[in-house]
């Protein structure tokens, strides 16, 4: 006959499975009611960037003002500084720097992502992920804000920067980074929650990756044999996601090589580390 401990253990082997199972269909609920909610992560970011620039006559459109400046006087000196001519490099550097705008500035603000939050997330009965699609879109909106820089770059630079077919990429290149920033966005919005140093190691992390991705220089630069190690940078590869359309032309296929792969890790990592400790999010922040 089964003693009572042959029943407990075998009650236990069952729960266990179920648990997971429960886990797992939580966390996959969550993302996808994150995305059916998306008039209201929509709203909250177009009042986040209202509320950055109420009272002021231009409103979001100092974001472009100031980009301008930035791109503008950085193309002019270290154009002169690398030596090089105005006409490839100016486009190369300012579509890089709206590129590295948009990630650098998801990336910093996604780690603070569930702390900023802490008032509606403990108020409030929302998914989870929806936090992280409010400052993805806020920082989407004000990218097709700074788009508005490179006008001027395409019709005085015309002959190396284009606009063609290759131009269109530029929607399938973002809906990537929105994937990446989702799921590398809830993980390092979980870590930033738990442990609240994180955010600030990353903040001096992004300064170092600014100088060594090329964003200010072109890999052209460097000795044929040393090139490889730009292509290993993935910041680069998702930096030509938006610059390479910019210019009129595609990606290379090391770019969407990387990226596959780092989207692929970015999934399976976020979604297995957010299923098990989805829970405790709201006691962290």
Wanted: glycine content about 4%; overall charge positive; proline content about 5%.
């Amino acid at each position: 006959m089964e003693s009572a401990a042959d029943h407990l253990k075998a009650d236990t082997l069952v729960k266990i499975p179920l648990q997971r199972k429960s886990q797992t269909l939580l966390a996959l609920a969550d993302l996808i009611e994150g995305f059916k909610r998306w008039p209201v992560w929509f709203l909250l970011a177009c009042q986040d960037i209202k509320l950055r620039y109420r009272r002021s006559v231009l409103g979001p459109f100092w974001i472009t003002i100031s980009m301008a400046i930035t791109v503008y006087t950085m193309g002019f000196l270290y154009g002169h500084l690398f030596r090089s001519e105005l006409q490839t490099y100016y486009p190369f550097l300012v579509s890089g720097m709206l590129a590295w705008a948009v990630i650098s500035s998801m990336v910093l603000e996604l780690t603070e992502g569930f702390i900023l939050s802490e008032t509606l997330m403990k108020q409030i009965k929302l998914p989870h992920s929806l936090y992280v699609h409010r400052i993805i879109a806020r920082n989407i909106i004000i990218f097709f804000h700074n788009l508005l820089v490179m006008i001027p770059v395409v019709i005085i630079f015309h002959q190396t920067a284009k606009i063609n077919f290759y131009t269109l990429m530029l929607i399938p290149g973002l809906a990537i980074i929105y994937i990446n920033a989702l799921f590398y966005g809830i993980l390092i919005s979980m870590v930033g929650a738990r442990f609240r140093d994180v955010a600030q190691i990353i903040r001096s992390l992004i300064q170092v990756t600014f100088f060594i991705t090329p964003i200010m220089w072109n890999p052209a630069i460097l000795p044929p044999q040393k090139r490889y190690l730009a292509e290993l940078n993935p910041f680069y590869s998702f930096v030509e996601l938006i610059r390479a359309p910019l210019l009129g032309h595609s990606p290379t296929w090391g770019n969407w090589i990387m990226v596959t792969f780092i989207t692929a890790v970015g999934v399976v990592l976020s979604f297995s580390i957010f299923k098990k400790y989805r829970a405790r999010i709201v006691y962290w922040v």
